[in-house]
């Protein structure tokens, strides 16, 4: 199955000049979500994963059923005040300003292995957030994986030293 035929881009959306990459169209179709979940799981089943850091909110959405699957814990990554216990918190940019994600401090114990997951790659910012957070509790990065990745849009540059995977990207436009 092509994934990419399967994500929908809306033109023009948030912002003029934006080809959104929409992942839900993905996860309406019952094959389309199964085929992404079972191609991660084949890529990560035989790593020695201890927890998914899955980013707020559609990285809950892959992060979860792949913690799920390969029976490991899932530490969610979520926008700031989002969190009921003590956290820790990252700021990040973005076009317009700034925002900041957060995870709880007693999420990862020091040297566990940790893999990051989000719907979409593409300025990197949030998952570069999501890296400080990790390591600032000890956690070490197996790698950072993504459905969709924007390639024009240099993220992986903002986690460089990283390795990256994604199972989809779109060039341009």
């Not at 790593?47 to 699957?69: N, T």
């Not at 820790?88 to 317009?96: C, G, H, P, Q, V």
């Not at 890296?131 to 790698?143: A, D, F, H, P, Y």
Request: glycine share 8%; aromatic share 8%; charged share 25%.
């Amino acid at each position: 199955m092509n994934l990419t035929e399967k994500i929908r881009t809306v033109p023009n959306w948030p912002i003029e000049g934006v080809m959104f990459r929409d992942i839900t169209t993905v996860l309406q179709e019952p094959t389309a979500f199964r085929t992404s979940i079972d191609l991660l799981y084949a890529r990560y089943k035989g790593m020695q994963i201890d927890k998914i850091a899955a980013i707020d909110a559609r990285g809950f959405l892959f992060g979860s059923v792949l913690a799920y699957k390969l029976e490991v814990g899932l530490i969610p990554i979520r926008k700031k005040g989002k969190l009921p216990f003590k956290t820790i918190s990252a700021e990040y940019d973005l076009e317009y300003g700034t925002d900041t994600v957060e995870v709880h401090s007693d999420a990862i114990k020091a040297g566990e292995k940790v893999l990051i997951v989000d719907d979409l790659i593409a300025t990197g910012g949030t998952v570069s957030a999501a890296t400080k957070l990790v390591e600032r509790l000890g956690g070490q990065i197996i790698e950072c994986a993504f459905l969709v990745e924007l390639p024009d849009l240099k993220g992986r540059e903002r986690i460089d030293g990283y390795s990256v995977f994604s199972l989809t990207e779109f060039q341009g436009d």
